[in-house]
């Protein structure tokens, strides 16, 4: 079946860690994208990615970094920059139509 | 710039009532416009979407949606709620016929059904 995976669904960061986040289709979409979920506050877009080896800083990048040298993956690091990376963090990529397919989610917690 | 704003960041509704969440968009040319549902601790789902065709659109599990151009507005409807549809509920626009190009998403309605 095809599908966006991500891995793992919780994960768990000492102050100070970066983390890496894995995100991988089998969809052959071009556009892949990262976006992070706070309560009340809808899903704000981090990193995007049009195609291999390109990709564009979305409104909230600071403190985070992506790689595209695979068109099916999309790994994003939450660096210790970022200054409050609590969060539940959604990959989505999109095809020639016109709609989002998303993963399940990470959810990621300091401690 | 392209913006959604949702009206009702929680609509509470008895099952077996009329569901209606609110959409209103903003964008300088035609968009294609979204609706998605979250469950808890789970990605989104596609609800129904529209892309210039038909401006009613029906989508999965009795929902549908009308644009409404002249109102600016895309709201969702169900004409009896079931307890199952308690989740959360995003509104999203994209610019029409660029690939490629993220979603805005409004900062979503939470719906609660009681019986």
């Known amino acids: 079946d095809g599908g966006i995976t991500q891995s793992p669904k919780y994960l768990f960061r000492k102050e100070g860690q970066n983390v890496t986040l894995s995100c991988e289709q089998n969809?052959?979409?071009?556009?892949m994208y990262w976006y992070r979920q706070d309560p009340g506050q809808g899903l704000r877009l981090i990193y995007y990615s049009q195609i291999v080896n390109d990709f564009q800083k979305g409104d909230i990048a600071e403190g985070y970094s992506v790689s595209r040298e695979k068109k099916e993956s999309f790994p994003l690091t939450v660096t210790s920059a970022q200054k409050n990376p609590t969060a539940f963090y959604l990959c989505?990529?999109?095809?020639?139509?016109?709609?989002?397919?998303f993963g399940q989610g990470t959810r990621l917690t300091v401690v | 710039a392209q913006s959604v704003t949702q009206l009702g960041s929680h609509v509470s509704v008895s099952e077996g009532a009329l569901v209606l969440l609110r959409c209103n968009y903003s964008s300088s040319v035609p968009p294609y416009l979204f609706w998605y549902v979250q469950y808890p601790n789970q990605g989104l789902q596609l609800l129904l979407k529209?892309?210039?065709?038909?401006?009613l659109v029906k989508g999965i599990n009795g929902f549908e949606a009308e644009f409404k151009k002249s109102e600016t507005s895309f709201h969702l409807t169900k004409p009896s709620a079931h307890m199952s549809d308690a989740a959360e509920y995003f509104c999203a626009v994209r610019r029409a016929n660029q690939a490629g190009t993220a979603l805005i998403f409004g900062k979503g309605t939470t719906l609660s059904v009681s019986s």
């Open positions: 989505a990529s999109y095809g020639r139509n016109t709609e989002a397919f």
């Open positions: 969809l052959n979409h071009d556009a």
């Open positions: 529209y892309t210039s065709a038909a401006t």
